[in-house]
């Protein structure tokens, strides 16, 4: 199934969604070895993952290291959705960037 990633309202409402059926962020996360990064480490592949409106700054420098792993257009385009949720998600209140595992 892989991955599922939303901007969420406060209540829990999908606002935006993009699915990563072929594990993609898991590879590059995988790959850009995120050990020592302080929000992609803790992205859980089985459970859920919950990203506020404070974690995201960090979240999105942790995004931007990533991208010297980019294999593929593919794995661009779900890295600039997700940013695009990010980005969103910082400039307005009661939001958060949900990420669904397996």
């Given amino acids: 199934m892989g991955l599922r990633i939303y901007l969420e309202g406060e209540r829990g409402e999908k606002i935006a969604s993009v699915n990563d059926p072929h594990h993609l962020l898991r590879k590059l996360i ?15 592949p089985y459970g859920n993952t919950t990203f506020n409106r ?8 942790e995004l931007e290291i990533l991208h010297r792993f980019i ?15 990010a980005h969103r998600c910082a400039q307005e209140p009661h939001l958060y960037l949900k990420i669904y595992g397996d």
Wanted: charged share 25%; with cysteine; glycine share 6%.
């Fill in 30 to 44: 995988k790959e850009g070895d995120v050990s020592n990064m302080c929000c992609l480490r803790f992205i859980d």
């Fill in 54 to 61: 404070l974690q995201i700054p960090q979240f999105l420098m």
């Fill in 71 to 85: 294999k593929g257009t593919e794995q661009s385009a779900l890295i600039s959705k997700i940013e695009e949720f």
